[in-house]
């Protein structure tokens, strides 16, 4: 089944750690994105790539970095650097410029 | 500054009511309006969309009316269910760029039997 994978479901960071949080897709989708859910405050743009080994910074982008070095993966690393990283994330990957597809988020919570 | 405002934040309708989700939005260069569909613990996943030369939309009990001059796109659920308990978000799309994706705020609806 084509879709997108994120990993884990539940994550607990450590003040001072960086973790990371996995996103593959099987689509063959170009463009690739990560979210930050937060209730209330609906889908805000964390980064965002359209192709291979190139990536731009979204609406919140400090405090995260992302790499994008297979078609499949963009994985997110949330850094110590982010003060408030409890919130749900979410992935998506797009053929073109309308569809978003989502997967089932991780949620980061701190320890 | 959000570009696609929603309301309400929440919603409770009774089953077999009419479920309505109102947003609006100022970039008169959106051209594409999706509205997407979240249960708890999952992603979006998208419901219904719209283009601006289309002033309704009707896919089985949910339908988009769109309102090009006001600016006000909306979300009607006939019948509401039960299963149709969810968080709803209504986007505006731009034609260009890859950071083209606007979202609302999200409404939490409940339909209770």
């Known amino acids: 089944d084509g879709g997108i994978t994120q990993s884990p479901k539940y994550l607990f960071r450590k003040e001072g750690q960086n973790v990371t949080l996995s996103c593959e897709q099987n689509?063959?989708?170009?463009?690739m994105y990560w979210y930050r859910q937060d209730p209330g405050q609906g889908l805000r743009l964390i980064y965002y790539?359209?192709?291979?080994?190139?990536?731009q910074k979204g609406d919140i982008a400090e405090g995260y970095s992302v790499s994008r070095e297979k078609k499949e993966s963009f994985p997110l690393t949330v850094t110590s650097a982010q003060k408030n990283p409890t919130a749900f994330y979410l992935c998506?990957?797009?053929?073109?410029?309308?569809?978003?597809?989502f997967g089932d988020g991780t949620r980061l919570s701190i320890l | 500054q959000q570009q696609v405002k929603q309301s309400p934040q929440s919603l409770i309708v009774q089953k077999g009511g009419i479920s309505i989700i109102n947003c609006a939005y100022e970039?008169?260069?959106?051209?594409?309006f999706p509205w997407y569909q979240q249960f708890p613990g999952k992603g979006p996943a998208l419901l219904i969309a719209?283009?601006?030369?289309?002033s309704e939309k009707k896919e089985g009990r949910f339908t988009i009316s769109f309102n090009k001059s006001a600016k006000q796109f909306s979300l009607h659920i006939m019948d509401s269910q039960p299963g149709d308990s969810a968080t709803y978000f209504c986007?505006?799309?731009?034609?260009?760029?890859?950071?083209?994706?606007?979202f609302g705020t999200g409404t939490r609806l409940t339909v209770i039997p």
């Open positions: 998506a990957s797009s053929p073109g410029i309308r569809a978003q597809h």
């Open positions: 689509l063959n989708h170009d463009a």
């Open positions: 790539s359209q192709i291979v080994n190139d990536f």
């Open positions: 970039n008169t260069a959106f051209d594409y």
């Open positions: 719209i283009r601006p030369d289309v």
């Open positions: 986007a505006a799309n731009l034609q260009t760029g890859a950071n083209n994706l606007f």
